[in-house]
Nanobody, 116 residues
Framework: QVQLVESGGGLVQVGDSLRLACLASGRTFSELTMGWYRQAPGKERESVAAITPDTFAYYQEALKGRFTISRDNAKNTAYLQMNNLKPEDTAVYFC??????????WGQGIQVTVST
């Protein structure tokens, strides 16, 4: 079993940056593919980014260039750096983990609100 705890969300202005963190416990972190998803009000959950154990990163095409996923195996933590935030980035962001796909374990989610 893996426990995931997200942090770093909040209320920001358009154009601001925010970094989300996901602390994992309960299993060897370096073996897990980590992912970030988000769900906006009235919409389905969507994949944002994922990073494999060997640090290969995948992104939702529309978010490439603004969002960066990374991991620190020594800290059992995955990050999502979000730059130039837009109102449409407002959502609950979820951390997920698994092997080989980041769909086995989920965090509770954290709110990100981008105001104009």
């Amino acid at each position: 079993q893996v426990q995931l705890v997200e942090s770093g969300g909040g209320l920001v202005q358009v154009g601001d940056s925010l970094r989300l963190a996901c602390l994992a416990s309960g299993r060897t972190f370096s073996e897990l593919t980590m992912g970030w998803y988000r769900q906006a009000p009235g919409k389905e959950r969507e994949s944002v980014a994922a990073i494999t154990p060997d640090t290969f990163a995948y992104y939702q095409e529309a978010l490439k260039g603004r969002f960066t996923i990374s991991r620190d195996n020594a800290k059992n933590t995955a990050y999502l750096q979000m730059n130039n935030l837009k109102p449409e980035d407002t959502a609950v962001y979820f951390c997920a983990a698994g092997s080989p796909y980041p769909t086995d374990y989920w965090g509770q989610g954290i709110q990100v609100t981008v105001s104009t």
